[in-house]
């Protein structure tokens, strides 16, 4: 993340789903919010052109930004909606809806410069258009409150500005009722920016809680199963081998016993796999799986062979028990996709071979145990 520097407060250090989840929020107005601009737009422009000396041509220019930009706004938004799409495209078009939409906003910004008329019933009516307007903005709460507070800034205070050259008490007054109304909004819209980012951290919490065993606050599955997915997806972009080992306990205890040497074993996996991008966690309730990115056939037999001699010489105890022993399945493969990849993904057709190298090192697992046990087995798998 660190590539994508936006600032938008907490939001990017959410986890794609959380980020995912809050960006499809925010396309769920992108169509409001085109209509509501080329609509407000056309209508200032056809009240405008009533009043000369403006041309036809600075009117059609500034209505043909507004419609791009709020089309492409619309656009962008739309892919929040994709329910796969990597991390780097998720952050990429967000900081491009966050860059058109302030340029949106300023473009309305300036039409208080460039369509600015002394005509106090256009003025009233072009100064109720870019409060509307400015309430557009507060959808980008989602994502930042200062990001949210400029694009409100953008729209009125340029018109505000403009008010205070006639002399006419008018003019001020129209001015002040829009830095009123700028503070107002801006200020008023914290309490709610601090409650999203109080929903986010909760929605955090929660998916922490999910994502994570209760017995060794390792990994459980369902997380193993979300970043086993996003890995090989990586790997076989970057053309980089992947590997998996699946360990299990030899020694059959009973239930409170088990949970002990479960913890024992989880905390010495914990401290003894610590490679960057490497992950331990908990498969169900007897076996671990370790995620090992850039590793090759070679190197996991090599790595799977040294863990199975520490645990064993390390002598963990546990309960009633002096030492115990595991059992490795490891597999090894090259990642490889049916089709170019873009943002969006074929879960049919990206499950499939993931699940080749799972199943062939539960494969491996299970051979090691029927030879009674202590021993790492290699199974290979067919790209």
């Given at each position: 993340?660190?590539?994508?520097?936006?600032?938008?407060?907490?939001?990017?250090?959410?986890p794609t789903a959380?980020?995912?989840?809050?960006?499809?929020?925010?396309?769920?107005?992108?169509?409001?919010?085109?209509?509501?601009?080329?609509?407000?737009?056309?209508?200032?422009?056809?009240?405008?052109?009533?009043?000369?000396?403006?041309?036809?041509?600075?009117?059609?220019?500034?209505?043909?930004?507004?419609?791009?930009?709020?089309?492409?706004?619309?656009?962008?938004?739309?892919?929040?909606?994709?329910?796969?799409?990597?991390?780097?495209?998720?952050?990429?078009?967000?900081?491009?809806?966050?860059?058109?939409?302030?340029?949106?906003?300023?473009?309305?910004?300036?039409?208080?410069?460039?369509?600015?008329?002394?005509?106090?019933?256009?003025?009233?009516?072009?100064?109720?258009?870019?409060?509307?307007?400015?309430?557009?903005?507060?959808?980008?709460?989602?994502?930042?409150?200062?990001?949210?507070?400029?694009?409100?800034a953008a729209v009125?205070?340029?018109?505000?500005?403009?008010?205070?050259?006639?002399?006419?008490?008018?003019?001020?007054?129209?001015?002040?009722?829009?830095?009123?109304?700028?503070?107002?909004?801006?200020?008023?819209?914290?309490?709610?920016?601090?409650?999203?980012?109080?929903?986010?951290?909760?929605?955090?919490?929660?998916?922490?809680?999910?994502?994570?065993?209760?017995?060794?606050?390792?990994?459980?599955?369902?997380?193993?199963?979300?970043?086993?997915?996003?890995?090989?997806?990586?790997?076989?972009?970057?053309?980089?081998?992947?590997?998996?080992?699946?360990?299990?306990?030899?020694?059959?205890?009973?239930?409170?016993?088990?949970?002990?040497?479960?913890?024992?074993?989880?905390?010495?996996?914990?401290?003894?796999?610590?490679?960057?991008?490497?992950?331990?966690?908990?498969?169900?309730?007897?076996?671990?799986?370790?995620?090992?990115?850039?590793?090759?056939?070679?190197?996991?037999?090599?790595?799977?062979?040294?863990?199975?001699k520490a645990i064993?010489?390390?002598?963990?105890?546990?309960?009633?028990?002096?030492?115990?022993?595991?059992?490795?399945?490891?597999?090894?493969?090259?990642?490889?996709?049916?089709?170019?990849?873009?943002?969006?993904?074929?879960?049919?057709?990206?499950?499939?071979?993931?699940?080749?190298?799972?199943?062939?090192?539960?494969?491996?697992?299970?051979?090691?145990?029927?030879?009674?046990?202590?021993?790492?087995?290699?199974?290979?798998?067919?790209?």
């Amino acid at each position: 993340m660190g590539k994508h520097k936006l600032s938008t407060d907490n939001f990017l250090v959410l986890p794609t789903a959380v980020m995912h989840e809050q960006l499809a929020c925010l396309a769920s107005y992108g169509a409001v919010l085109f209509w509501l601009h080329t609509l407000a737009a056309l209508f200032l422009c056809l009240l405008i052109w009533a009043y000369p000396p403006f041309s036809a041509g600075l009117l059609v220019a500034w209505l043909g930004g507004i419609v791009i930009l709020a089309a492409s706004c619309w656009w962008t938004s739309s892919h929040f909606q994709i329910d796969k799409i990597s991390e780097d495209s998720l952050l990429s078009r967000t900081q491009r809806y966050v860059l058109l939409s302030t340029l949106l906003h300023a473009l309305w910004g300036a039409s208080g410069i460039l369509l600015f008329t002394q005509q106090l019933a256009v003025l009233a009516v072009h100064s109720a258009l870019l409060l509307l307007i400015s309430l557009g903005a507060l959808p980008i709460l989602l994502l930042s409150w200062p990001i949210a507070s400029v694009q409100i800034a953008a729209v009125l205070l340029p018109m505000a500005l403009m008010l205070l050259w006639p002399s006419e008490a008018i003019f001020r007054l129209l001015s002040l009722v829009l830095v009123a109304a700028a503070l107002v909004a801006v200020l008023a819209s914290r309490p709610l920016a601090q409650l999203m980012s109080n929903f986010q951290q909760a929605q955090l919490k929660l998916l922490e809680q999910m994502n994570t065993d209760s017995l060794t606050q390792l990994p459980n599955r369902r997380q193993f199963e979300q970043l086993f997915k996003l890995e090989w997806r990586r790997s076989a972009r970057t053309r980089e081998p992947l590997a998996l080992l699946m360990l299990s306990i030899d020694q059959a205890t009973d239930t409170q016993a088990s949970e002990q040497c479960v913890i024992a074993l989880a905390s010495y996996l914990k401290s003894a796999v610590q490679r960057a991008g490497d992950l331990v966690a908990r498969y169900d309730e007897q076996r671990f799986i370790v995620l090992l990115p850039m590793t090759n056939p070679e190197e996991v037999a090599q790595l799977a062979e040294k863990l199975r001699k520490a645990i064993e010489y390390k002598q963990l105890t546990c309960a009633q028990l002096n030492s115990l022993t595991v059992s490795i399945g490891a597999a090894s493969c090259q990642p490889q996709v049916t089709r170019e990849q873009t943002y969006l993904e074929n879960d049919q057709q990206d499950v499939a071979y993931p699940a080749l190298l799972l199943k062939a090192c539960e494969y491996a697992l299970r051979q090691a145990n029927q030879r009674g046990g202590n021993q790492v087995m290699i199974e290979p798998v067919a790209n």
